[in-house]
Protein backbone atom coordinates (compact mmCIF):
# COMPACT_ATOMS: atom_id res chain seq x y z
CA UNK A 1 0.00 0.00 0.00
CA UNK A 2 1.81 3.32 -1.40
CA UNK A 3 1.22 6.21 1.31
CA UNK A 4 1.23 9.67 0.28
CA UNK A 5 1.78 12.69 2.80
CA UNK A 6 0.87 15.94 1.44
CA UNK A 7 2.18 19.07 3.80
CA UNK A 8 2.21 23.11 3.20
CA UNK A 9 -0.82 24.27 2.94
CA UNK A 10 -2.41 27.42 4.46
CA UNK A 11 -3.65 30.82 4.01
CA UNK A 12 -1.65 33.06 1.77
CA UNK A 13 -2.08 36.96 0.76
CA UNK A 14 -2.27 37.25 -3.11
CA UNK A 15 1.13 37.51 -4.62
CA UNK A 16 2.53 35.08 -1.93
CA UNK A 17 4.10 31.94 -2.10
CA UNK A 18 3.35 28.34 -0.68
CA UNK A 19 5.51 25.10 -0.97
CA UNK A 20 3.53 21.64 -1.04
CA UNK A 21 5.76 18.62 -0.14
CA UNK A 22 4.72 15.03 -0.68
CA UNK A 23 6.10 12.27 1.18
CA UNK A 24 5.92 8.61 -0.48
CA UNK A 25 6.20 6.11 1.36
CA UNK A 26 8.67 4.34 -0.82
CA UNK A 27 11.07 5.58 -3.13
CA UNK A 28 9.39 7.95 -5.72
CA UNK A 29 11.40 6.39 -8.83
CA UNK A 30 9.25 2.97 -8.48
CA UNK A 31 6.51 5.29 -9.91
CA UNK A 32 5.84 6.37 -13.67
CA UNK A 33 4.47 9.69 -12.73
CA UNK A 34 4.00 11.74 -9.61
CA UNK A 35 1.84 14.83 -9.36
CA UNK A 36 -0.11 17.53 -8.08
CA UNK A 37 -3.54 17.96 -9.15
CA UNK A 38 -6.04 20.52 -7.51
CA UNK A 39 -10.03 20.87 -6.82
CA UNK A 40 -12.15 23.89 -5.87
CA UNK A 41 -15.09 24.39 -4.00
CA UNK A 42 -17.84 22.91 -6.73
CA UNK A 43 -15.12 22.26 -9.81
CA UNK A 44 -13.84 18.78 -11.16
CA UNK A 45 -10.27 17.86 -10.02
CA UNK A 46 -7.46 19.09 -12.42
CA UNK A 47 -3.77 18.57 -12.97
CA UNK A 48 -1.49 21.26 -11.98
CA UNK A 49 1.78 19.98 -12.14
CA UNK A 50 3.56 16.08 -12.98
CA UNK A 51 7.07 15.12 -13.27
CA UNK A 52 8.18 11.36 -14.78
CA UNK A 53 10.69 9.33 -13.87
CA UNK A 54 12.91 10.46 -16.20
CA UNK A 55 12.25 13.84 -14.77
CA UNK A 56 9.98 15.59 -17.50
CA UNK A 57 7.31 17.60 -16.23
CA UNK A 58 4.43 19.12 -17.86
CA UNK A 59 2.27 22.06 -16.05
CA UNK A 60 -1.38 23.08 -16.88
CA UNK A 61 -1.33 26.26 -18.60
CA UNK A 62 -3.29 28.69 -15.71
CA UNK A 63 0.16 28.09 -13.74
CA UNK A 64 3.05 28.12 -16.11
CA UNK A 65 5.69 30.41 -15.20
CA UNK A 66 4.35 30.35 -11.42
CA UNK A 67 4.65 26.75 -10.42
CA UNK A 68 7.27 24.42 -10.29
CA UNK A 69 7.52 20.47 -9.27
CA UNK A 70 10.72 19.46 -8.64
CA UNK A 71 12.05 15.97 -6.79
CA UNK A 72 14.17 15.18 -4.00
CA UNK A 73 15.26 11.15 -4.18
CA UNK A 74 16.74 11.17 -1.09
CA UNK A 75 13.83 11.98 0.63
CA UNK A 76 11.34 10.51 -1.24
CA UNK A 77 9.38 13.79 -1.51
CA UNK A 78 7.60 15.83 -4.60
CA UNK A 79 7.07 19.42 -3.78
CA UNK A 80 4.94 21.96 -5.67
CA UNK A 81 6.16 26.00 -5.47
CA UNK A 82 3.86 28.12 -5.88
CA UNK A 83 4.65 31.37 -6.34
CA UNK A 84 2.45 34.29 -7.29
CA UNK A 85 -0.30 33.04 -6.15
CA UNK A 86 -3.86 34.45 -6.60
CA UNK A 87 -7.47 34.31 -5.48
CA UNK A 88 -8.34 31.16 -8.15
CA UNK A 89 -5.56 28.96 -7.15
CA UNK A 90 -7.66 28.52 -3.62
CA UNK A 91 -8.44 24.56 -3.19
CA UNK A 92 -7.40 21.48 -1.96
CA UNK A 93 -4.24 20.50 -3.73
CA UNK A 94 -3.56 16.55 -3.91
CA UNK A 95 -0.89 14.52 -4.80
CA UNK A 96 -0.84 11.66 -6.82
CA UNK A 97 1.31 8.33 -7.69
CA UNK A 98 0.81 6.54 -10.95
CA UNK A 99 2.79 2.97 -11.23
CA UNK A 100 1.16 1.13 -14.04
CA UNK A 101 -2.03 0.87 -13.41
CA UNK A 102 -2.13 1.72 -9.86
CA UNK A 103 -3.00 5.45 -8.97
CA UNK A 104 -2.82 6.72 -5.20
CA UNK A 105 -4.17 9.62 -4.18
CA UNK A 106 -2.63 11.75 -1.02
CA UNK A 107 -5.62 13.06 1.74
CA UNK A 108 -5.13 16.77 0.51
CA UNK A 109 -3.67 19.79 1.86
CA UNK A 110 -5.90 22.75 1.47
CA UNK A 111 -4.19 26.49 0.36
CA UNK A 112 -6.37 29.63 0.37
CA UNK A 113 -5.14 32.69 -1.00
CA UNK A 114 -7.19 35.59 0.39
CA UNK A 115 -6.77 38.75 1.44
Not at 20 to 37: E, V
Not at 43 to 58: F, M, P
Amino acid sequence: QVQLVESGGGLVQPGGSLRLSCAASGSIFSFNTMGWYRQAPGKERELVARITKGGSTNYANSVKGRFSISRDSAKNTVYLQMNSLQPEDTAVYYCNAVQGLRLDWGQGTLVTVSS
